[in-house]
């Protein structure tokens, strides 16, 4: 998800009263539930930061790590500011054992809201390379963004004004949220079941179907599947649809990854072998020039194509 989703995420689940168990407790779930993304600057080296995104900072040792050097340093900043006079005066005392168990918290949510979209997270890195998807919200949810953001302040004006229970309406929030995605993992699952029963209808030896969340309408799911033969499509999935005639699947589009010519131009490409890594529905098409394009079903239609392609050109002979 994005970074804003994780910073309120976190923050939300303080104003159910975690964030009142230590000096800098609200720091620590935010700073936790941000910190994986360390490995963002791997983006400078391009298309094969597609293989080093998401792994080792989100995985195991990650994990287990990561929360000792936030709590840490947060401890460094609050001896810092005490020796130079500069601590707030109503900051609560620093309780190591909270500070840590609350980094822990925010570091946690981290993973486990990225295993919510289709991008993918390596959970187990690295002991296993193995990507998980959840398909269960877009990367930027605009519900959960005005959920998160408009709950958390409505906590803060409770606190601030000695209005009302913040700590309750801290705790509402937080169980909205999470119901919302519960109620978003139900949609995906009816529809992928429904993919499911459609390719044996169509007679299709089914690989793999998946319900792609889209941007806004959360009820809606862009339908991607594949057959074991190498043909792939897509279709419209709408719960509140009217009714009308189901999809019509056909076996006219193939991946084109069982082209024999692959394997070669693929092993002397560092940025294929990491985009082919990190893809889970890869898409392949020859030119006529011999040149090599990789995509991703799951981007065709991004905004950001490039970064989900890669180009191949054809090999020089001497």
Avoid at 48 to 69: F, W
Avoid at 75 to 103: F, N
Avoid at 170 to 194: D, F, H, K, R
Wanted: hydrophobic fraction near 45%; charge should be positive.
């Amino acid at each position: 998800m994005d970074n804003l989703t994780h910073s309120f995420f976190a923050a939300t689940i303080g104003q159910t009263g975690l964030k009142k168990k230590s000096g800098l407790g609200m720091a620590a779930l935010v700073i936790g539930a941000n910190i994986p993304d360390i490995d963002a600057t791997c983006t400078l080296w391009g298309t094969q930061s597609l293989a080093m995104r998401r792994g080792l900072t989100h995985g195991p040792l990650g994990l287990l790590i990561l929360p000792l050097l936030v709590t840490g340093l947060l401890l460094l900043l609050d001896r810092w500011q005490t020796r130079r006079g500069t601590r707030p005066v109503d900051r609560l005392p620093v309780h190591k054992g909270w500070l840590l168990a609350l980094s822990y918290i925010g570091t946690l949510t981290h993973p486990l809201l990225d295993w919510m979209n289709s991008y993918g997270v390596r959970l187990l890195e690295p002991f296993s390379s193995r990507w998980f998807y959840g398909d269960v919200l877009f990367i930027i949810d605009l519900v959960l963004w005005i959920l998160l953001i408009g709950g958390y302040f409505w906590s803060r004006r409770a606190e601030k004004r000695s209005t009302g229970n913040w700590r309750r309406r801290g705790g509402v929030i937080v169980a909205s949220a999470c119901a919302y995605i519960l109620v978003n993992g139900a949609i995906t699952g009816a529809a992928e079941a429904q993919g499911y029963r459609l390719l044996h209808d169509h007679h299709f030896d089914a690989q793999e179907v998946v319900a792609n969340p889209v941007p806004l309408a959360f009820w809606k799911r862009h339908m991607l599947w594949r057959t074991r033969d190498g043909a792939y499509g897509q279709y419209a999935y709408d719960p509140l649809s009217s009714g009308g005639d189901a999809p019509v699947l056909r076996r006219d589009r193939y991946t084109g990854m069982d082209n024999p010519a692959l394997p070669a131009m693929i092993a002397r490409d560092r940025d294929a072998q990491a985009f082919l890594f990190w893809s889970r529905l890869p898409l392949a098409q020859m030119q006529p020039d011999g040149t090599l394009i990789l995509r991703d079903q799951r981007f065709l239609n991004a905004a950001a194509v490039s970064s989900f392609t890669v180009t191949i050109p054809p090999p020089r002979h001497p």
